[in-house]
Structures are given as structure tokens and as C-alpha cells.
């Protein structure tokens, strides 16, 4: 039981750390390590003396004599003291019995992380300290009232930013000693740090956005390319498309398999209905050029039927028509009709092209200003 000198009163515990360092942030099995400088302080009347100073305990052996609180970290998968060069602790003990105890410990911490907004995310890990026996009627756990919680200024994460380290309580009521018919209930003191992480955006801008940006990019190339070029056309959109899988594939492999929708999922599923909007419009720019092909073709069989012989024989491809590959002194009348409907699908393409160069970059402007808009909005620290 707790050594306090009014055994109906609780037994008052203040707690508080200082942060050394941080880092090992694991996505895949929402981890992270923290090393940490543990401080607590409480009333032992047991350990009153007679000296005018505090009483250094320094020795392992003596510390392992004194009844310490049962306090222990929740959320941590492992956890272990420095004993190099020395069991790094120590303690004071004031003549009125007031003991304060520090030691160092690094603590392997689960993180349950919300990827909904990866890789433009804020993230809160939360450090939960409880009392593993004693209920809060008999050990009152507190922060520290000044500072409790404090970090290493020099802490630089090469994935987050630190936004802020705060503290916050998370007492409740708990089942323990179960046996196999019956529990007890009690109420237990419970401490709740909360380290607040923005994600570091540069390494994604480099390595994702920007690159599938420009693949798409790309793709619009086929707009300028001549229309009658359909191996060009597909290939390249074909390519472009593969592209951007294989990259969007490549960041999964660092992600759990999480079952939503993340930020970055919505950037690439856009970006992948670019590049199909461009095998479609393209796939409408082929089907006017095939319509003129062949009234091209029935005019030219028409007008040699016809008797005429052609005065210019030119290939030739124009931005702003395209009809006929021949041109005959004395038309029919039936081939000028044909060749007329010719010209006018194949100018329906070129309109298709046109559009398609100017429509394509403003709606994934328009696409992006809504998605970094709505994404780079950064949440009150206080929730």
C-alpha cells in the first residue's frame, strides 16, 4: 500500500518527463521510440530523518528497498532503464519525508495513426501513464503543476514537426484482478501526454506530386500530335498511364494496408482519370477521323468513276483542315458532297484537339487549387 501519513487521504503523486529524443516512426506497425527523462514526486513519512539537507540515493541496491509508485506507461510494447554507465537514476529525499525520483528510459510507443490525409496529416501519439494497482481512493496520480511535460528543443524529425507536447488526463473506471467469475471495479488515476506531429511535406512534393503532376502533363502532348498518328497517340498515353501505377504502387509499399481512401490515393486516382480522359478523347478524335477517311476514300473512288483526273496530288496535314488527300479540276456531284462531310468530321477532330488543349489543364488547375486548399487547412492544436 501506499506509505502516505493519513492512510483515509490518497497518496499524492506528481509526474512529469522531458523529452531527449524522438524518432523511429514506423507507419507499418504505428510505432515510435521516445527516450525520456521520467521525474515523480510523493510524500513518504517512513522517510523522514534528521538531516538539515536532501539525502542522495544513488545505488541500485538501496532503490530497490524503497517502495516506488506503481506507475507504468499503457501504451508502451516495450520499455527499458540505461544502466550504462550506471543505473542512470536518482533520488532526493527531503527531511520532511517529500522523495523525488528521476531515471532515464527509453519506451517503444504505439501510435495509432489516422492516414486519411496522408501524407498531408497531423497526427496525435498519445504517452498514457497509470497506476497498474492501486486505485485513485488510495494513489492520486497529478502533472507536475509547472511544465510537466517538456522536449528537447534540438529534436529534428526528419518526417514530422513537432507542433506542441501538452498533457491532459484520461482517469476512468477499470476492471482488474479478474478470476473467472467475478472483477473489481475502481476508478484509477491516468495521465495522457499528447505529442502533436505535422507531417513534413518536402520529401512527398518531391517524390509524388510533382512527378505525377508532370505525367500527366505529358499525357496532353497527344492533343498536338497529328491526328491520323494512332500508334503515337495510344503509346503514349498507354506509357503515362503505366507510369503513374507503377510510381502509386511504390508508396503503397510503405503504408499498411489501411481500408480507406487516403490523400495521396485521391491525388493519383485523379491524375489515373486524366490520363484515361485522354485515351477517351482521343478515342472520339479517331472516330471522326475514320468517318472522314472513308467518305475521303468513296469521294476519290466516285470521282475516278467519274472520269476526272486530278490536278494537285498532295499529302498534307493542317491545323485547321483536312480533307481530301486529291483534288480534281471537274468535281462530281455526289464526290464534292462526299468530300465535304470529309472535311467537316475531320474538323470535328480538330475541334475535339483544340478544346482538349485548353479544357484538360484548367480542370486539373481548378482540381488542384480545391484538393490544397481543402488538405493544407491545419486543425486547432487544442482538439
Known sequence: MPRNGNPKEPLQVHFGFYVESLGNFRATEMTYDMDMY?????????????GSEHVLVNDKD????????D??????????????????????????????YGTRVTLNLACNLDLKDYPLDYQTCYIKVISYAHVKNEMNVTWFPNDPIRFNPEIDLPEFHIRALDKDYCNGVFLYTLTHNSSRVG???????????KRAIGFHLVQSYIPTALIVAISWVSFWIDRRAVPARVSLSFTTLLTLSTQGNGIRYALPAVSYAKAIDYFYGVCMLFIFGVLLEFAMVNSYMRRANKYNHMAE????????????????????????????????????????????????????????????????????????????REPPLMD
Not at 38 to 50: A, E, F, V
Not at 348 to 353: E, G, P, V, W
Open 301 to 376: 473512288k466516285i470521282q475516278s468513276a467519274y472520269g476526272g483526273k486530278p490536278i494537285i496530288a498532295a499529302d498534307y496535314d493542317s491545323d485547321y483542315e483536312e480533307g481530301p488527300t486529291k483534288y480534281y479540276g471537274n468535281l462530281n456531284k455526289n464526290s464534292a458532297h462526299l468530300m465535304y462531310k470529309a472535311l467537316k468530321f475531320s474538323r470535328k477532330a480538330l475541334s475535339i484537339d483544340k478544346a482538349a488543349r485548353f479544357a484538360f489543364p484548367c480542370v486539373f488547375a481548378i482540381f488542384n487549387v480545391f484538393y490544397w486548399m481543402y488538405y493544407l
Open 38 to 50: 521520467l521525474y515523480m514526486s510523493w510524500q513518504d513519512d517512513t522517510m523522514k530523518h534528521n
Open 71 to 100: 506507475l507504468y506507461f499503457a501504451n508502451a510494447r516495450t520499455a527499458y532503464f540505461h544502466k550504462v554507465t550506471v543505473h542512470n537514476f536518482n533520488m532526493f529525499i527531503s527531511p520532511q519525508g517529500t522523495v523525488s
Open 187 to 197: 476508478e484509477f488515476s491516468c495521465l495522457l501526454g499528447m505529442l502533436k506531429l
Open 62 to 69: 538501496v532503490l530497490d528497498k524503497i517502495w516506488l509508485p
